[in-house]
Every structure is written in C-alpha cells, then in structure tokens.
C-alpha cells in the first residue's frame, strides 16, 4: 500500500489564489522531505527540501516565497503556491523516505491548473 | 551538478518482445534509482542500484549497474502491456543526503 500520501489530487483555481498541499508518510517518521515540480511530457525537476523543523533547503531558481514549505511534523510536509498564476500550473509531487540509503517513496502528485 | 542522460526518450515494442533502456551520468553514481510512472500518477519504485557491476531482478525486469558506477541499464523480458508508462532513473547525491536527480524519461508503449 501507499507509504506516502499527497492531498489533494487536483486542484483548479483562480489566479491569485493561494493554493496548499499536504505529503504525508503514512507509517514512518520522515524528517526529510522532498518536492518535485513535473511539466508536460518533461522529467521531474526537484523544486526543494523540507527540513523538519527548520527552514527548507530550495533548489537555484526556485522562488521560496512564491513556494511556502512548511515541515511542522515528522510526517507531514506542505507546500504553499502563493498567489498562484497560469505559468505555477504544474504537476507537483513529493517524496520521503524511511531512512537515508532507502527509496524514496513518492506521494500520487497534485495537478495544479490556475485559471 | 549531477546529469543523467536517458535513451531513448521513446519506445514502442511488440508485446512479447524485449526493450532495454540506457542512462548514463556524468559522474560516478553513488545511488541509482529506477522508477516507472504512469502519465499523471506518482512514481512506482522499482530497483536500487549502489554498488559497481551490482545487477537485480524482479519478476521480468531486470536493472544493473556498471563496474565504473557511470551507467545503469534497465531491462524488460517479454514485455506486456502493463510494462507500458514512463520509466525514470535517479541518481542519489551522496552531499546532499538522499537528493534525487533523474533522468529525462523514457517512454514506452507496448503495442498487443
């Protein structure tokens, strides 16, 4: 079964709004957790790492105030698009694993589409 | 940084034939992941690659991993049409703990 579950599947929206997402690993403690951004017909580009209690870690290019990350727990992580606009719509996912050395396991992915 | 390159980015197979997918980094692999996803789903795990010329199996596919950790390759034994999806190699940053990187994927459709 699912190890990692991400919530909600699909979200359309306004533009302007801010739009959350919730990872969570279902029967393990993760203290890192990781988000993926995924375009059309394009590979998986890592957008930043959540850091349990402490401030995410985000790849170069990423705005980390357009992209909240919050890891308040050890089993959930969300991401936060703030005032979304058409270009932010997207194929998000995260991912977690057990321990370092371990797969990752990833969440089913949250479609974003920004009207 | 760490870049994979994947081959080919597409592939369409005869069910019952074989495929074989490439990738190739440009550096020595220290971690390489194979996952397969399915178009607007998350990603499946599939094999664990870490050591030089390491090689698993698991029911028709099977993944291995050079001598020289630069290049892993992923194979389907009689392939059928549940094989079909996208196929995605990562490589683990052993700087940055379990950070992924992957490849660009690889397509593949299994034609009855």
């Known amino acids: 079964g699912a190890v990692v579950s991400q919530h909600p599947s699909r979200v359309i929206c306004k533009s302007g709004t801010s739009v959350k997402i919730e990872c969570r690993s279902l029967?393990?403690?993760?203290?890192?957790m990781f988000w993926y951004r995924q375009f059309p017909k394009q590979s998986l580009m890592l957008m930043a790492t959540s850091n349990e209690g402490s401030k995410a870690t985000y790849e170069q290019g990423v705005e980390k105030d357009k992209f909240l990350i919050n890891h308040a727990s050890l089993t959930l992580s969300t991401l936060t698009v703030t005032s979304a606009h058409p270009e932010d719509s997207s194929f998000y996912i995260c991912?977690?694993?057990?321990?370092?050395?371990?797969?990752?396991?990833f969440g089913d992915g949250t479609r974003l589409s920004i009207l | 940084s760490q870049e994979l390159e994947q081959s080919p980015q597409s592939l369409i197979v005869q069910e019952g034939k074989n495929l074989t997918i490439n990738c190739t980094s440009s550096k020595t692999l220290y971690g390489l992941y194979w996952y397969k996803q399915k178009y607007g789903e998350g990603l499946i795990f599939l094999m664990m690659?870490?050591?030089?010329?390491e090689e698993k199996s698991h029911e028709k596919i099977t993944a291995k991993l050079d001598e020289k950790k630069q290049q892993s390759s992923l194979h389907i034994t009689a392939s059928q049409p549940s094989h079909a999806g996208i196929y995605l190699c990562g490589a683990e940053s052993k700087a940055a703990g379990n950070k992924l990187t992957f490849g660009g994927g690889t397509r593949v459709l299994v034609k009855p």
């Open positions: 029967d393990f403690q993760a203290t890192t």
């Open positions: 991912s977690a694993s057990r321990q370092v050395n371990q797969p990752q396991h």
């Open positions: 690659l870490q050591k030089g010329g």
